[in-house]
């Protein structure tokens, strides 16, 4: 037998360095010397915002013909499909909580950093019109690097048809709840993250168009060391407020229940 620890269980915090165990890192992956979050699963974050079992996939969408030409994009997406054992970055269904009834739709960083594409847009446009089908409020919890730069102006294409759509569900009058989360990048922060009712950001997530570096870079200013962040948009009146990843349950719920 191996004397070295089981492969997994112990994982380095990337603030604090300290070795934490994985029954300590939590459900809620929140390290406890620092509080430091680790970036959830779309599986770990419908478990939180869900009771019970209570979460009902979309039905499967037709295939859809996804560009290959991008070199080695299919082996990416391969690698992704086997790391995280999703088809795509995003995740839909109809989910309970706190007794109320609501669509929930979830990115997953892991997967390709949740970026957005000719599939995840149409499982975001199923995800919207469906809530607005069924009279159902809309909750997004987004996870995005942006737009995904191998399927090219299809990927963009996404921005206005999603956003669209999020539109025309507003416009039916549904609570829509934005819950961004680290990160929330390019394409996605400049269409459908802004959109709901009610924008959340989950403290320390980083949330912005271009990143920081290329900004730098092309800009030739030193930014300040909280651009980009949670707490500085809210400051800025961009967003409604900033949760506590251990609160977004309780603070979700009272959401649903007041609307
Ligand atoms: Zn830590």
């Not at 029954?23 to 478990?47: D, H, N, S, V």
């Not at 209570?54 to 070199?71: C, S, Y």
């Not at 990048?185 to 290329?214: P, W, Y």
Request: charged share 15%.
């Amino acid at each position: 037998m191996s004397h070295f620890p089981k492969k997994g269980l112990w994982q380095q915090c990337p603030r604090c360095h300290r070795h934490v165990h994985r029954l300590e890192w939590g459900q809620l992956r929140i390290c406890p010397y620092c509080g430091y979050y680790l970036r959830l699963t779309a599986k770990q974050r419908i478990q939180q915002l869900t009771t019970g079992n209570d979460f009902i996939r979309l039905p499967k969408l037709a295939e859809h013909t996804v560009p290959f030409t991008f070199p080695g994009y299919q082996q990416k997406l391969a690698q992704a499909r086997e790391k995280t054992g999703l088809k795509e970055a995003f995740v839909a269904g109809q989910a309970q909580l706190a007794g109320a009834t609501f669509i929930l739709g979830v990115m997953d960083s892991h997967f390709m950093m949740g970026t957005l594409n000719i599939v995840v847009g149409a499982r975001l446009r199923q995800a919207i019109e469906t809530a607005k089908q069924r009279k159902l409020p809309l909750i997004l919890v987004i996870a995005s690097g942006g737009a995904r730069m191998q399927e090219g102006i299809l990927s963009l294409l996404q921005m206005n048809t999603v956003l669209a759509a999020y539109d025309a569900l507003n416009a039916a009058g549904l609570f829509t709840l934005n819950i961004l989360t680290d990160p929330t990048m390019g394409g996605v922060s400049a269409s459908f993250a802004f959109a709901a009712d009610i924008v959340l950001a989950e403290a320390g997530a980083t949330i912005g168009f271009a990143g920081k570096r290329v900004i730098e870079a092309t800009s030739h200013e030193v930014l300040p060391t909280d651009f980009q962040t949670a707490d500085s948009l809210y400051r800025q009146g961009q967003l409604d407020a900033v949760v506590q990843r251990s609160n977004l349950t309780a603070v979700v719920s009272q959401l649903l229940r007041l609307h």
